[in-house]
């Protein structure tokens, strides 16, 4: 069992910054990746950014150039740089852990993973 604790969200004006926290613990793969998505009502959940055990990230088209991502192996931790933030970055925003070493169509299942109780975030002026 993987338990996941989000941290960081918020209310901000447009343009401001948020810096979202994950950290994992219980029985954590040895290579896994960390992520997060995000729900906005009456959305469904959307991909935000992930990072793999081998530090490769990958961000949805909407938040490239404005969010990084981050991890500290160490302490079994995912970051989540927001900056200028904009109306439509307005969401619950849920924490993901998947394990690596499993089939394709499995790691790329979007409910794949330990998930989050998320956290949220607000962009209003």
């Known amino acids: 069992q993987v338990q996941l604790v989000e941290s960081g969200g918020g209310s901000v004006q447009p343009g401001g910054s948020l810096r979202l926290s994950c950290a994992a613990s219980?029985?954590?793969?040895?290579?896994?990746?960390m992520g997060w998505y995000r729900q906005a009502p009456g959305k469904q959940r959307e991909l935000v950014a992930t990072i793999t055990s081998a530090g490769r990230p990958k961000f949805a088209d909407s938040v490239k150039g404005r969010f990084t991502i981050s991890r500290d192996n160490a302490k079994n931790t995912v970051y989540l740089q927001m900056n200028n933030l904009a109306f439509e970055d307005t969401a619950v925003y849920y924490c993901?852990?998947?394990?690596?070493?499993?089939?394709?169509?499995?790691?790329?299942?979007?409910?794949?993973?330990?998930w989050g109780q998320g956290t949220q975030v607000t962009v209003s002026s």
């Open positions: 219980g029985n954590i793969f040895r290579t896994y990746t």
């Open positions: 993901n852990l998947r394990a690596e070493l499993v089939p394709a169509r499995l790691y790329e299942s979007a409910d794949f993973g330990s």
